[in-house]
């Protein structure tokens, strides 16, 4: 079967293994198939040798995290995610996976309306008791929250689809931070009403396009797009290679993790007396090993807070993954409670992570946390 991988690629694994040990998937299970080179490997069989699509390499290729912290250990810069992407891609298009219920559910993240009416529904059940525990939302959702107001157009904030209608609030947070940076805000809210991280995760990547195309339509073409979240980000910055032109790649060239525009602006940062707060940095791995730009989080916090203390897992996934908390249960659990280990060993008060999915499925462990932005907000605002 023709994945439609690029030959180049899928023939640069030399097959190592020196990013096995980077591996959420194959670190709790000790699986070959549930590794990076066992996965490229399956790709080669069903591309190269017309292997059988069997159960058994359906399910290599569905558990993986996508978390691509396979890519820096990586001494060949073997693209995996850009093959896993593709790979889900032509499944998805051949119904192999992705089935019809993922992809309504999918359906509301691109309308606005749609997405805070369910979210509605979804506080009430949860209020109610009635929402599986599976679903991991540590949080109350909230039934209604207070819109978001343009303060100026130096910038714009990405406000997105679930984080918007669950965590508003670290947008608010990181709008003051920016306007006490001296920057005028416009939140993008129904201009760019999702970013298609979570469908182009699951194969759907002709949704991903249209969301691109829709995105960059309608934001002017003449300022940065800052994100809050993480996964968002990383899509965003990928656009160029999704859509393969010139305006793409120009589009972005102007999105920036919000730490990572920061961190380039601190002198406009007022000064504040730092949080009394032991805090450790989880972080996200689309910032870490997509955007690699994680070392912004700590420039910014630093000032912020009494003390920053690094996790000693080498910034191993925590398993949340999009989707992949609610999808794969069983390993998002077993790869979180490595995470868990490495927090309990850092003692801290709160761990701070700059992705909402990464929040969440640590919350639902009964990790206290909090975005960067929220704690540098909570600081600047101390009376
Ligand atoms: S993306 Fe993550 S889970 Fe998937 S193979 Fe790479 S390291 Fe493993
Ligand atoms: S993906 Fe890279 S590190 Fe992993 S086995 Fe292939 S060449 Fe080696």
């Not at 989080?297 to 080498?314: G, K, Q, Y």
């Amino acid at each position: 079967m023709d994945l439609h991988l690029d030959a180049e690629d899928l023939n640069s694994c030399v097959q190592c293994g020196l990013c096995l040990p980077a591996c959420p998937t194959f670190r709790v299970t000790g699986d070959e198939s549930m590794s990076p080179r066992g996965r490229i490997q399956l790709m080669r069989e069903v591309q190269d040798g017309d292997a059988p699509l069997t159960d058994e390499v359906l399910r290599s290729f569905e558990t993986c995290v996508q978390c691509r912290a396979c890519e820096p250990a990586c001494p060949s810069s073997v693209p995996y995610g850009h093959l896993m992407e593709r790979t889900r891609e032509t499944l998805a298009d051949g119904g192999h996976i992705t089935p019809g219920w993922q992809r309504v559910a999918f359906k509301p993240l691109a309308h606005p309306q749609l997405l805070q009416i369910g979210s509605a529904a979804l506080s009430v059940a949860q209020r109610a008791g009635l929402v599986p525990k599976r679903l991991g939302l540590s949080a109350e959702i909230p039934f209604r929250q207070e819109p978001l107001t343009a303060s100026g157009t130096d910038v714009y904030l990405f406000t997105g689809c679930v984080m918007d209608a669950w965590q508003r609030e670290v947008h608010a947070a990181g709008q003051r931070v920016l306007e006490a940076a001296g920057f005028g805000v416009t939140p993008t809210a129904e201009l760019a009403p999702c970013c298609g991280a979570l469908q182009a995760h699951a194969g759907l990547a002709d949704d991903t396009r249209g969301l691109a195309a829709t995105m960059m339509a309608n934001l002017a073409p003449d300022r940065p797009i800052l994100v809050d979240s993480a996964g968002c980000g990383a899509a965003m910055k990928d656009y160029g290679h999704l859509l393969g032109t010139a305006e793409a790649e120009a589009f972005s060239a102007r999105v920036f993790d919000i730490q990572e525009w920061l961190a380039d602006h601190l002198d406009k940062l007022p000064q504040a007396r730092p949080l009394d707060l032991r805090v450790a940095v989880q972080d996200p791995c689309h910032l870490r090993h997509v955007q690699r730009v994680h070392g912004a989080t700590r420039a910014v916090l630093a000032p912020f807070v009494r003390e920053l203390v690094e996790l000693d897992d080498d910034g191993m996934c925590c398993g949340a993954g999009g989707a992949y908390s609610v999808l794969e249960p069983e390993l998002a659990g077993a790869i979180r409670d490595r995470k868990l280990g490495a927090i309990d060993r850092a003692t801290p008060d709160l761990v701070a992570s700059a992705n909402p999915g990464c929040s969440m499925h640590l919350g639902a462990a009964d990790v206290e946390t909090a975005h960067p932005m929220e704690l540098v907000d909570r600081a600047l605002r101390q009376v």
